[in-house]
Nanobody, 126 residues
């Protein structure tokens, strides 16, 4: 049974940095592209960043491009998201997700993802 366990998140002030981590079990982690998405109240879920199976291809959504870094460790079955220069508009629930296609490029469409973590709040205050 696939499980994505998220850690990190919380409440920070504008300008702070924060790291999110996601540990996968029940899947062959190295066969999956991984993504981080976020969803603010009343808004649709959108890509923050995604990384392909071997970490060589990365995609960053417009929302945090230049302020975030996605990485993965296939030995530890983990994917991480480092976020810097956080802004109040970054406040949202953040989700990690695993995508099972054989594409060498990470997907940005959340519909393409098969497994999801439970989400973690990131709240950025002024």
């Amino acid at each position: 049974q696939a499980q994505l366990m998220q850690s990190g998140g919380g409440r920070v002030q504008a300008g702070d940095s924060l790291s999110l981590s996601c540990a996968a079990s029940g899947i062959t982690f190295s066969r999956h592209s991984m993504g981080w998405f976020r969803q603010a109240p009343g808004k649709e879920r959108k890509i923050v960043a995604a990384i392909n199976w071997n970490g060589e291809q990365k995609f960053y959504g417009d929302s945090m491009k230049g302020r975030s870094t996605i990485s993965r460790d296939n030995n530890k079955n983990t994917v991480s998201l480092q976020m810097n220069g956080l802004k109040p508009e970054d406040t949202a629930v953040y989700y990690c997700a695993a995508e099972s296609s054989a594409s060498p490029f990470p997907e940005e469409d959340p519909v393409k993802y098969d497994y999801w973590g439970g989400g973690t709040w990131v709240t950025v205050s002024e």
